[in-house]
């Protein structure tokens, strides 16, 4: 089935450890985010990718780091997890940046302790 | 500063209509997007405008007015099912999306 993988759905993490989210998308999209979503706040952009081998920070990009070596991976890692970035992550894709319907995955909760 | 306005909660009773309202303040406007999200899942896409008026897809409508930076989805015939958060989102004139918070419908039997 066509879609948008993230892997793990949820963690339980040390704080200063260093975790990296997964995320596939097989629906050859363009562009790619990444997203926090807390109670209350709505979705937060962290990092995007408009294409291939270019990204660009969002919103709330500190204590991120992405990388987007082919159309279909787009992972997001956090160097030294701190307790303030639990939260539940949302991978998505669009066709092209901005104007397209997003696709979501199906979100990572994270908990970092 | 960019801002969406929605409420944060509403009820509403099975079969019966509701209207959520957005309001945005945004650097520009290149389309205005509804996404539906239950409990404990990912958003999934409702609608998009971008010309002033009223888009209607089945049970749903959306409705926009460009001079008066406001949005509302409407919803129909109400079911248990629709019971989820709705999120309002606007492309702005840098073609980024600017969420709002999100309105929690709750529908009661």
């Known amino acids: 089935i066509a879609g948008i993988t993230q892997a793990p759905t949820s963690q339980i993490l040390a704080a200063g450890r260093r975790m990296t989210l997964r995320c596939t998308q097989d629906m050859r999209h363009n562009a790619m985010y990444w997203y926090r979503q807390d109670l209350g706040l709505g979705l937060r952009l962290i990092h995007y990718?408009?294409?291939?081998?270019?990204?660009g920070k969002g919103e709330v990009p500190d204590g991120y780091s992405v990388s987007r070596a082919n159309t279909d991976d787009f992972p997001l890692t956090l160097a030294s997890a701190v307790p303030s970035q639990t939260s539940v992550y949302f991978c998505?894709?669009?066709?092209?940046?901005?104007?397209?319907?997003?696709?979501f995955g199906e979100g990572s909760r994270l908990t970092v302790l | 500063g960019q801002n969406i306005d929605q409420p944060t909660e509403m009820t509403a009773t099975e079969g019966a209509i509701v209207q959520i309202n957005c309001t945005y303040q945004?650097?520009?406007?290149?389309?205005l997007f509804w996404y539906q999200q239950h409990a404990g899942e990912a958003p999934t896409f409702l609608s998009y405008n971008v010309l002033d008026g009223l888009e209607e897809k089945g049970r749903f409508s959306s409705f926009l007015s460009r001079s008066k930076g406001y949005s509302y989805l409407l919803l129909k015939e109400l079911q248990m099912k629709d019971s989820a958060s709705y999120l309002c989102a606007v492309v702005d004139s840098n073609y980024q999306l600017i969420w709002g918070a999100g309105t929690k419908l709750i529908i009661k039997p």
């Open positions: 945004t650097s520009g406007f290149n389309g």
């Open positions: 998505a894709s669009s066709e092209s940046a901005g104007e397209a319907q997003l696709f």
């Open positions: 990718s408009n294409t291939a081998g270019t990204t």
